[in-house]
C-alpha cells in the first residue's frame, strides 16, 4: 500500500522529523516567533543544514526526504534555500524572505512575475513564483524579500505588483521590469536603489545590481548610479530616459553621451562614460530619447541625424556636438540666451518635413550648424492708444525662420476694443483706459513658437 504524505506541525520545542517520502509539509505556522529554515546545504549562523531554529528550539529534519513544502510561521521567517526542489510558503509578512545568499553553484533567476518565455513563463501574477538555482526550481509564495547568491549572477524578475525587495551581492546582478503594464522609475543613485511606478503596490528596493530591464510598454525613467551599468528595454515603446545627475564629472573627465549613430573616440552608439565608468542602453524597438547631463556640467551630447530626443544639461560648460547630424542642421534657441530650452531642426534634402530634438542649458555647439536667434515680436514697445480713436498696429516677428505665422494672445488681455488677427495686425477701437500687458506668441517656418510679452497703454479721449 502506497504511504501517504506526511503533514507536521512545529511547535516550541525541539524536535525531528523523519520520512523518507517525498512531500512532506512541515508547517510552522502556528509559531508567533521568527523562525530561520535552513536547506541551503551549509551553516547558516548557528542555523545547522536540514534544521530550523525558533527561539531556544530546534527542529530537525536530516532525516526527511526532498523535495519537501515548507511553511513559514506568523512571525516572519527566513527560508535559506539550496539545490533541493522544495517549496516555501510564507505568511506575506514585511521579513518574510527567502534567501541564498549562503547557496552555491551556477546562477540564480528569482520569478517575482513571467515572463512570455524563459524559465519565468507561467508564472501568475500575484505573490506566487518560483527561483530557479541552476537546474533545480522551488516555488515559493508569500515571499516579499529575495537574497541573492553570494558571488553574484542573480536576476530578478518582477512585474506590474511592487512592495518587493531583491538583495544581491556579487557581480552580474540584474533586476528585469519587462512584464510590467507601465514604465517604472529606477534610481540606482541611491543605496537601496528605488523602484515605482507600479500598477499595483510598491515600491521596490534593490542593492548590488547593476543592469536594469524596464517595462516592454515603454516611458522607463532611469536615474544612473555612479558606476559602471546596463539600462535595457525589450518592447518597442517609446519615451525612455536617462538621467545622470549623480555622476561626478570635471573638465578633465566629462560625461559623453553617445546616440549619434556611431562610436566616436572609441565610444560605442547608444553607450555614456565618465572616468572609468561604462553605461550602455539597448532597446527592442525605440530608442532611449530623453537624457538629463551631470549636475555640475561638463556633459557631451554626441547627438544624432534623427529627431526626437531630449537634451538636458545641467551646470556649464555642456556642449551639443552635431557633427553627426545632415548639411542643413539649425538650432534655433527660444530664449534670451543660448543656456534657454531650443530646438534642433534636422532639413535633410529630398524631404518636405523636418525632424526636431529638443535641449536646454547646451552653452556650445558642435558640427555644420547655424545658430537662429530667438523668435520674438516687434515692436518691443507698442505707440500708445486713445480710448475712441481707431487703432492698428502691424507687428513683425524677428528670429528664427521666415515667415511668422499663427498670431495670438497667450495671456493676459488685450484692451476692450482691440483684436489681433492671425497675421499680426492689432487693431480696433478702444473704448477704456489703462495699461494692459500680455503675451503675444507666434511660429515660424520650423514650427518654432516665439513670445513676447507687449504692454499697450491706452490714453483718456482727449475732449476738443
Request: aromatic fraction near 6%; charged fraction near 10%; proline fraction near 5%.
Amino acid at each position: 500500500m502506497r504511504r501517504q504524505r506526511q503533514s507536521v506541525e512545529a511547535g516550541t520545542g525541539d524536535a525531528t522529523f523523519i520520512d523518507a517520502t517525498p512531500g512532506n509539509t512541515v508547517d510552522f505556522s502556528a509559531l508567533t516567533i521568527p523562525v530561520v529554515v535552513n536547506v541551503s546545504g551549509a551553516m547558516v549562523g548557528m542555523t545547522q543544514n536540514d534544521t530550523a531554529t525558533a527561539g531556544s528550539a530546534t527542529d530537525t529534519f536530516t532525516g526527511l526526504a526532498s523535495p519537501s513544502t515548507f511553511i513559514g510561521a506568523s512571525g516572519g521567517t527566513t527560508f535559506d534555500a539550496g539545490t533541493e526542489a522544495d517549496t516555501f510558503t510564507g505568511q506575506g509578512l514585511a521579513g518574510d524572505t527567502l534567501s541564498y545568499a549562503h547557496a552555491s553553484g551556477g546562477s540564480l533567476l528569482v520569478c517575482a512575475a513571467g515572463l512570455s518565455t524563459g524559465p519565468c513563463s507561467g508564472v501568475p501574477a500575484g505573490s506566487t513564483g518560483k527561483a530557479v538555482l541552476s537546474t533545480v526550481t522551488e516555488p515559493f509564495s508569500g515571499i516579499k524579500v529575495f537574497d541573492g547568491l553570494p558571488g553574484g549572477d542573480t536576476a530578478f524578475v518582477s512585474g506590474s505588483a511592487g512592495g518587493y525587495t531583491f538583495n544581491a551581492t556579487g557581480t552580474g546582478n540584474t533586476a528585469d521590469f519587462s512584464a510590467s503594464t507601465s514604465g517604472v522609475s529606477v534610481d540606482l543613485s541611491t543605496s537601496p536603489a528605488a523602484v515605482s511606478g507600479f500598477a499595483t503596490g510598491g515600491p521596490d528596493a534593490m542593492t548590488g545590481i547593476t543592469a536594469v530591464t524596464g517595462s516592454a510598454a515603454g516611458q522607463n525613467s532611469f536615474v544612473a548610479g555612479t558606476g559602471s551599468e546596463s539600462f535595457a528595454q525589450p518592447g518597442s515603446g517609446a519615451g525612455d530616459r536617462i538621467d545622470f545627475s549623480a555622476v561626478a564629472t570635471s573638465s578633465s573627465s566629462p560625461l559623453t553621451i553617445n546616440v549619434s549613430g556611431a562610436t566616436v573616440n572609441g565610444l560605442a552608439n547608444d553607450s555614456a562614460s565618465v572616468g572609468t565608468s561604462l553605461y550602455s542602453f539597448a532597446t527592442g524597438g525605440a530608442a532611449f530619447t530623453g537624457f538629463t547631463g551631470a549636475t555640475d556640467g561638463n556633459t557631451d551630447f554626441l547627438a544624432s541625424g534623427t529627431g526626437g530626443y531630449r537634451y538636458i544639461g545641467q551646470g556649464t560648460p555642456n556642449t551639443l556636438n552635431l557633427s553627426a547630424a545632415p548639411a542643413g542642421t539649425v538650432v534655433t534657441v527660444n530664449g534670451n540666451s543660448l543656456a534657454q530650452p531650443g530646438s534642433v531642426t534636422k532639413l535633410t534634402a529630398g524631404t518636405s518635413g523636418a525632424t526636431s530634438d529638443a535641449f536646454a542649458d547646451v552653452q556650445f555647439f558642435v558640427g555644420h550648424v547655424s545658430i537662429v536667434s530667438p523668435v520674438k515680436v516687434r515692436p518691443p514697445n507698442l505707440p500708445h492708444a486713445t480710448v475712441g480713436t481707431p487703432y492698428m498696429e502691424q507687428l513683425t516677428g524677428v528670429g528664427g525662420s521666415a515667415a511668422y505665422v499663427d498670431w495670438s494672445v497667450e495671456s493676459g488681455s488685450l484692451p476692450p476694443g482691440l483684436v489681433l488677427s492671425p497675421t499680426g495686425v492689432l487693431s480696433g477701437t478702444p473704448t477704456v483706459r489703462g495699461s494692459f500687458t500680455f503675451v503675444v506668441t507666434l511660429v515660424d517656418a520650423d514650427n518654432v513658437v516665439g513670445a513676447t510679452t507687449l504692454t499697450l497703454v491706452v490714453n483718456p479721449h482727449m475732449k476738443p
